[in-house]
Structures are given as C-alpha cells and as structure tokens.
C-alpha cells in the first residue's frame, strides 16, 4: 500500500516532468472530472506545482483549479514519454494529464477531485491532517507533542491505532507502524498511557529517519508505481529489507524469536511485532 513516502516520490516526480509546463490534453474514467473539464477545460492551463500531503497528492493547474488525488490502497501514478506504451492497461486509467514533453496517467486511483483553494480548504480532509513526517515542519518534538496531545485525550487507544491516524501524524501506513513500533521496543497494542516519553521520542525518530531514507534521490523517481523496496534495516538485501513488517513466524533479527501478527483496531488492519523485544507491560 502506498505511504507517505511513495505519495513523496510520486509528486517530486511528477513536479519534475509537469511542473511549469502547458498542459496539452486531459483524459478521464471518471464522469465527476470529465464534467469539470467540460465546463472549463484542463488542456491551455499551466501546471504550476505538485505538492504531497500525507498520503494525498494535488496538481495545481493555473486558474485555482486543483487535482486532489488519494492513491488508498493500490492506486498509483506513472510516468511517459508520448507514444511510449504503459505498463498497465487502459481499462485501469484514472486520469491523463499530458504534456509536449511527458504523460502522466493514474491508475486505479479510487479519489480523484477537483477543487479550487477555497473548496480544498473547505471541503476535504486535507485541512484536518495532522503533522506531515516529511514536512519541514516535522521535528522530533513536535511529533511528540502531537502523539502525548493526542494521549491526553485517548489514554487508552493503542499506539498502532495511533501511529495510523492520519490527524496525528500524516504519512505513517501499516509499514511504519509496526517498524516504528519495534524501534522503540513498544508493543503496537499497548496504551497510550503506558508509554514513556523516551519510547515516543524513540518512534517520533525512527518514522522521520526511515521515511526520509525512503524518499532520497534514487530511492524511487522514473515511472512512479509501489514496489514494495522500502527499507528501514538498512541492509542491502532486498529479503532483509523490513525488521518485522510481513515477517510473521520467522524469526526476529534481533533476538531470534518468531514474529507475531495479528489484526488490530476498528479497520482490522494487520500489525506485525516481536513478543520478545516488544512485551506488553502491566
């Protein structure tokens, strides 16, 4: 599923080939957006910047119009050269923006709006994200705060559940809660109130640290699609790529025992840890 950070890598690749060029031709499977394109066409505009939030994804076209995307669970944005053919059929198109020198095409893409400022603002979820990891914004402290605030309120909701809200801290998905968890050595089903300072400081870290590792320069441009190559171990082999994440029954890197999955939260998302290095206290 595509996170944060391939949200990141897709806009700086498509800020790369679209960004300040004319947009040539738009084409869309979704009635919602050819009606918009009817009214007042996307082909003359200029495409001024692409921007990631989170997990969300905008294309800011000249004349306040605005293409929200989210990619949810399997959508994702490829990059062409005219006349290059696409690696997945045309029956699984989104959306086309063209331009003289590049083609971007989202594929199963299950959001795609258009706004203007003002409706994007009003309207969306955007405005009610939370801290974005890989935001200039984003410090340790801040990220922090944000999870102990968070706490004070919802002492008993379990830090995976957390680390997955989206009005939290925006970006983490189900990689990076049970990779962060395991950094800290938390069980992901513990309370909010049974975590440490220290242990929020050690996740608050790690999300920012693995993300930003996840999205340097060779990390993911080109083609834009989810290939499952992040890394948080820092080891060359892709089988060793992740600490616990899909690893369950086979045994933990660090001390040997056999990792755990299990569903947690209302949307029974799974989540992977160790029993050993991550107890559940009290």
Sequence with gaps: MPEGDTIYRAARALERALGGRVCTGFETGLATLARVDDETPIAGRRIERVEAKGKWLSIHFSGNLILLTHMRMSGSWHIYKPGERWMLGR??????????????????????EFHTARSLERNTELPRLGLDVLSEQYSVAAGVARLEA??????EAEIGVVLLNQRVLAGLGNVYKSEVAFAAGVNPFRAMRTLTRHELETMAEAAARWMKVNVADGAGDGIVTYT??????????????LWVYGRAGEECRRCGAAVTMRKQGAQARVTFWCPECQPMLG
């Design 228 to 241: 499952g190559n992040r890394r948080t171990t820092g080891r060359s082999s892709r089988d060793e790529r």
């Design 91 to 112: 029956n699984r198109m989104r959306v086309v923006v063209r331009t003289a020198e590049y083609v971007a095409v989202a594929f199963d893409v299950p959001v795609a």
């Design 150 to 155: 968070y706490g004070e309120l919802h002492p």
